[in-house]
């Protein structure tokens, strides 16, 4: 499901266009800067789906509407040493997530460990971002965010929860660190986006249509979504127990549990329940938590042996006609340094979508 790429944008450009457009539609320069970065680091590192893409037909659109609120005004509902609960205030998810984050790893580098539970929110971008700040304070990240009800739990055939990523984030020693950000559906939607839009079958095993068989039809099955009447994306494993879909539909509702009901966010089909002619908050629901190493055993050692585990892994012997054994979070450094280097690659329709973006808001367009 190749596309084609007009031209290759840098960063900073993308970062100071995505925070004039931000700032334009009344957002707070501070936050139209963590947006900024969290939308270009995920085109950095390989995740368009989650990036400048998002920028004006999910987020500016809704920010017009009403149904995210620019200017939000957060609370934190309760809080002890090493937990917390923060109303977002129907805002960006972003900036909340940024920050809450940046309360768990506080809160683990006192005690020991910190979590943090955020309601009232919204989309979120990628959750690897947030998980990799707790690396440089010697800690380890983890975050999860629920979403709207895309997948069918085994069995259904009806979507009753959210693609509900998780990320987790650890120093790596001498190696680069591990780095796991996955949704718990067997693929994300962005996925069935472009192939629609392309006009391309999908793999058998992605999704299945509104009677509960599997499809190659993009369009038939986010038709049905669309239309709340069947078909939605599979767990993680497919549509059977046998290779395991009940373990991804398992993972898919830990999210809803730790990110919607312990959050005191929404859950299943009541998040992110969207209708242009009448938009109302989200409701989203995020979860974060950081582990300071030391506070388990020296980090020298914890360094050394993640060195050791990764070295045992690649060192691994390969599989006919493969030359390499990855660790998480490698392909999207190598993809974030050479995009650095040359340029972030896009395509002609994005582009087209960003231009149109700065003639409707009146922002300086300087992405050629």
């Given at each position: 499901?190749?596309?084609?790429?007009?031209?290759?944008?840098?960063?900073q450009s993308l970062k100071q266009f995505c925070a004039r457009a931000l700032e334009k539609l009344e957002v707070s320069p501070q936050d139209a800067r963590i947006v900024a970065d969290v939308l270009v680091e995920a085109d950095l590192r390989g995740i368009p789906s989650h990036g400048m893409a998002r920028?004006?037909?999910?987020?500016?659109?809704?920010?017009?509407?009403?149904?995210?609120?620019?200017?939000?005004?957060p609370r934190v509902l309760s809080e002890t040493q090493t937990t917390a609960t923060i109303d977002a205030g129907a805002g960006?998810?972003?900036?909340?997530?940024?920050?809450?984050?940046?309360?768990?790893?506080?809160?683990?580098?006192?005690a020991g460990t910190g979590f943090v539970a955020v309601r009232n929110s919204n989309h979120y971008g990628i959750a690897g971002y947030y998980a990799m700040m707790a690396l440089e304070h010697n800690c380890?990240?983890?975050?999860?965010?629920?979403?709207?009800?895309?997948?069918?739990p085994t069995y259904a055939r009806?979507?009753?929860?959210?693609?509900?990523?998780?990320?987790?984030?650890?120093?790596?020693?001498?190696?680069?660190?591990f780095v796991l950000d996955m949704s718990t559906s067997t693929v994300t939607w962005g996925k069935l986006e472009l192939a629609e839009r392309l006009e391309k079958p999908i793999h058998t095993g992605w999704a299945i249509d509104q009677s509960g068989r599997l499809s190659n039809n993009a369009h038939e099955v986010m038709e049905g979504v669309r239309h709340r009447i069947g078909g939605g994306l599979l767990p993680l494993g497919g549509a059977s127990e046998i290779l395991g879909g009940h373990k991804g539909y398992g993972l898919a509702m830990w999210v809803d549990i730790f990110a919607g009901i312990l959050a005191g966010a929404a859950y299943s089909t009541m998040v992110d329940v969207w209708d242009p002619a009448h938009p109302t908050p989200s409701y989203v629901g995020h979860f974060f938590g950081a582990w300071r190493i030391d506070a388990f055993r020296?980090?020298?050692?914890?360094?050394?042996?993640?060195?050791?585990?990764?070295?045992?892994?690649?060192q691994?012997?390969?599989?006919?006609?493969?030359?390499?054994?990855y660790i998480h979070g490698q392909k999207e450094l190598e993809?974030?340094?050479?995009?650095q280097r040359e340029g972030i690659p896009f395509p002609a329709h994005i582009l087209a979508d960003l231009r149109a973006l700065a003639h409707d808001l009146h922002v300086e367009y300087d992405l050629e």
């Open positions: 499901m190749s596309t084609k790429f007009e031209s290759r944008i840098s960063a920028l004006g037909k999910y987020y500016a659109e809704r920010i017009r509407l009403g149904a995210i609120i620019a200017r939000p005004q960006l998810g972003h900036p909340v997530a940024y920050r809450a984050m940046q309360e768990a790893i506080k809160k683990a580098l006192n380890i990240g983890f975050t999860m965010t629920n979403g709207a009800a895309l997948v069918v009806v979507p009753l929860l959210g693609t509900n990523p998780i990320a987790v984030a650890a120093p790596g020693g001498k190696s680069p660190p020296p980090i020298d050692e914890f360094n050394a042996a993640m060195d050791d585990l990764q070295r045992r892994l690649e691994a012997p390969k599989a006919d006609g493969q030359e390499r054994i993809n974030k340094e050479r995009n």
